[in-house]
Structures are given as C-alpha cells and as structure tokens.
C-alpha cells in the first residue's frame, strides 16, 4: 500500500549556514559558486523529475473521469431516500456550521504536534482534546491569511468565522457554480480562480501561478508541481457534496472539474470521495456509513482507496487521538504531513471515534495532529451533514454571529444564512440535471 521514501535530503539549512558564515569571513568568489549550486541542483531537480514512473501504479490511478469510473467498485451512485426541504436545509446548514467550526477550532494550531497541543492546552487550563475552542492561542496579533488576526479563532475573541482557505474554496465553489453553472468546465474553474483568488499555497498556489502565466486551466496541475497529491483539492469537496445530496456520483464528478486544476491522481480521488462522502451523509444516520459509500467514486485499487479501507478495517482499534497519531506515523512513516491519503485516514477515525457526537469528533481530529484544521473541517461537514445544524452544540456557531469571513476579490465577508440560500438554489439545478426534473 505504502512504498517507503528515501531518507529525506535536508543539507539546505547547513549549506545555507555555510555560505553566509564564509560572507562573513569575506570569502572570495562565494557569489560565483553559490550560482554554479543553484544551476547544479535545478539540474538535480530535472534528474528526479525525469525518472520513469511505475507504469501499473499508473494504470490503477488514472487522471481522465471516464477511466476513473471505469475502474469503481459498484455503487448506487444515486441514493435514493426522501429527503424533504427542510430536513435537507437543517442538514446543509449543520455541513457548513461543521465544516466552520471544524477548521476554526484547527487553525490555529495547525500542523502542530500533539505534544504541543497538549502543553499548550494544559498551559492555559483547557481541555484536551478540546471540547470548545482555545481560550488563547499563540501569536494572538498575527494575521492569517493577511486579513483575521489569530486571536479572532479564540472562544472570546470570535466575532464571524475567520479567514482560512478550508472556508474560501468552499465559497469559492459556490461562486463557480452561480457564475457558470453546474456543467462549469475546467476551463471554467480557471477562469474563476484569476477573478476571485488573490492568493493561494501549496498545489493551489502553482497552478494560480500557471494561470497567471497564460498555462491552460487543463495542464496547470501539471507544469512544476510537485504538490498534486497533496490535500489541496480534498480541503475544496465540500460545495459539491452539498449541492448534490444524495448523488454520490454527481458530487464527485463536479468534485473531479474542479480538483483537476490543481491535483492528480490521489490528489483527485481525496476531493471525489469526501464530496461524494457528503452528499451520502446528506441521507444516513451515521457517518460511517456515508464513508463506506464515498469509496464507490474512486477507483478500487488506488492507493487512496487502499488507505481508507484500511483505516476502515482498523477503525475500531484507534481509540484516540493518540493511538490515531502513532498509527499514521507509523503505517505511512515519510508521507508528508499535508499529503491526501494520511489526512484521509486521519478523518475517518476522527469520524469513527465521534460518531454523531459533533464535539467529540472536531476535538479528537485536532488532536490527532497533522493537516489537522483541514480533517477537522472535513469530518465537521460530513458529521454535521448527518446531525443537522439542531445536533450542533450552540457554543461552536453563536460567535460566528451569521457572517463568514473570505479574502476573496470583491467579497469580505458572506452571510451564513445567505451562504445556506444560495447552496440549496444550486442543489436544485444539480438534482434537475440528474434526474431531468
């Protein structure tokens, strides 16, 4: 399932210490030969870049939608259950006040450690896992994202949900589909991107960049990025499973027109499941059930859909966040630790361990370290999908005060209620594509 990676090279920081200790000493020719490094490493670079790949790893996790499916396991790609409007609204609402408490409560302790959390928690007398959000959080005046200062994720300092990309690209999604539709294109994607995203990091970042420099919206996964299985267009599935409840294959084909921009392959699958996971929790009554369903829309032998059902199987010995931890540290020792198929695994325990319990699942997947504002956000939607905004303790969407934050061009700021309007206007254009009604 997981090919081990090569011992990490990391003689940048020493060589960079190197040079400027020999600056200091007034050494000669060091301009010359820092030069000669970067024309050697761009030339190292090129040497991996070109090494052939494996060609049946490839066969199983193809790029194009039409192989993809191809290679699914049976489904029921639509599911089909009365669902009545209002039951529908209170769940949609419950997804997106998830989905936002779950990435407010990690942001500001993203990537952290778990040994770090915990300090830091026992340090300002809160709980952990946490079971409302931090009272204090470091480096309170810092900006994130250039525009929410850190302390505005705190239980006090909250006032609307702040700036995170976790909640942008799901706003972004919403956009994409008022712009151009539900049968939006790639191209169509592209397009919004250059209107509304001023900036963006990892796999997204490169292929704003590619935009940028004329590269088509097809191809700009594809120039010089080393971030397509990242967890990038996994963190964007959320408007399309909520636009399309019940419709499984629907939300992951809308899913696969927008991750394609920025991933590839596993990069690909972890925003077709999980938007194919939230249009199924749309109609179940626990969340694990919608997760069994998500691995109908990727192919069967990816090493993403390897990773689920093996965090699946050994659901029920991950009791915390701790054992959740040392597992993924231990079954996918290298991976990075925003990559697409650890994260994954990461949700579905948080989800496992939770159940309907809303607080217990966000706490304990912040816990669990890694992308952890990301799998927090992930497990809030599909678990608020299933409860509903009234299974939702009050205390993680008050301060929220029905306003989310965005640094999207020409919206800073969207209103939760309208957000949730706007949402089922489009659900209802999904469902007449699908059912021709």
């Not at 670079?45 to 494996?54: A, C, F, G, K, Q």
């Not at 039409?66 to 769940?91: F, H, K, M, Q, W």
């Not at 952890?372 to 809030?380: F, H, K, R, S, W």
């Not at 919206?411 to 206007?425: G, N, T």
Request: aromatic share 10%; hydrophobic share 40%; with cysteine.
């Amino acid at each position: 399932m997981h090919t081990p990676y090569p011992d990490p090279v990391s003689w940048d920081i020493t060589f960079n210490a190197w040079v400027q200790n020999r600056a200091e000493l007034g050494a000669r020719g060091l301009d010359l030969e820092v030069a000669q490094v970067r024309l050697d490493l761009e030339s190292m670079m090129e040497r991996i870049r070109s090494l052939p790949t494996d060609e049946d790893l490839a066969a199983r996790e193809p790029d194009d939608l039409e192989t993809i499916r191809a290679l699914r396991p049976p489904g029921a790609r639509t599911i089909s259950v009365a669902l009545s409007e209002s039951n529908y609204r209170d769940r949609l609402e419950g997804a997106f006040l998830g989905r936002c408490a779950g990435c407010t409560l990690g942001s500001p302790v993203e990537i952290f450690p778990v040994d770090k959390m915990q300090g830091w928690a026992a340090y300002i007398g809160d709980s952990f896992p946490p079971v409302d959000y931090w009272s204090q959080v470091e480096r309170p005046n810092e900006l994130k994202y250039q525009m929410s200062p850190r302390s505005a994720f705190t239980r006090d300092g909250m006032d609307g949900v702040p700036t995170d990309d976790d909640i942008i690209f799901t706003q972004l999604g919403l956009l994409i589909l008022e712009d151009y539709g539900p049968d939006f294109t790639i191209e169509d994607v592209g397009r919004a991107w250059l209107d509304y995203l001023p900036y963006a990091e990892t796999a997204e970042k490169v292929a704003l960049r590619n935009l940028k420099d004329g590269v088509p919206a097809a191809q700009a996964a594809a120039v010089d990025n080393p971030f397509d299985q990242w967890i990038g267009a996994d963190i964007r599935s959320d408007p399309w499973g909520y636009v399309a409840p019940g419709l499984p294959e629907k939300a992951a084909e809308l899913a696969y027109r927008d991750a394609y921009i920025s991933h590839r392959r596993n990069g690909i699958y972890g925003a077709m499941y999980f938007s194919a996971v939230i249009a199924a929790a749309f109609t179940v009554d626990h969340p694990i059930d919608a997760l069994h369903i998500g691995l109908e829309e990727i192919p069967a032998e990816s090493r993403f859909a390897q990773a689920v059902r093996w965090a699946l199987e050994v659901a029920p010995s991950i009791t915390d966040y701790r054992v959740a931890h040392d597992a993924i540290a231990e079954h996918f020792g290298g991976m990075h630790r925003v990559h697409a198929i650890n994260n994954a695994a990461l949700t579905v325990w948080g989800l496992n361990i939770g159940g309907r319990d809303f607080t217990r699942v966000i706490g304990e997947t912040v816990a669990m370290g890694y992308d952890n504002d990301c799998t927090a956000a992930t497990a809030g939607s599909i678990v608020g999908a299933v409860v509903g905004r009234s299974g939702i303790p009050e205390h993680w969407w008050k301060n929220f005060n029905n306003k989310a934050l965005s640094y999207l061009n020409g919206h800073r700021e969207f209103a939760i209620d309208d957000l949730v309007d706007r949402f089922a206007a489009q659900a209802t254009l999904v469902r007449g594509m699908v059912t021709g009604g």
